[in-house]
């Protein structure tokens, strides 16, 4: 079954999903590899009236990081 492409996820469950701890992805959003990001893309989701940040990951930014890890651009 295909997974929504606006599928949100967390940290916590990108990790899972991947096999890696939550940390790798905490430390690839601060590093970058060759001018770009180490990991997908990720975004910083705001609760109106409230000063609350989740960082989020959509699932279509994820499948296209895979898609440049599996061919990676020289």
Same mark, same amino acid.
């Given at each position: ?14 990790? !899972?999903? !991947?096999? /890696?701890?939550?940390?790798? !992805? ?24 409230? &000063? ?5 990951? &959509?699932?279509?930014? /994820? ?12």
């Amino acid at each position: 079954f295909k997974k929504m492409t606006n599928e949100l996820l967390t940290t916590d469950e990108l990790a !899972l999903e !991947l096999g /890696i701890k939550p940390q790798t !992805l905490r430390l690839w959003r601060t590093k970058s590899r060759n001018g770009r990001p180490s990991g997908p893309k990720w975004r910083v989701i705001r609760k109106p009236n409230n &000063h609350s940040r989740f960082v989020r990951y &959509h699932r279509s930014d /994820i499948e296209e990081w895979q898609n440049t890890l599996n061919n990676p651009i020289n």
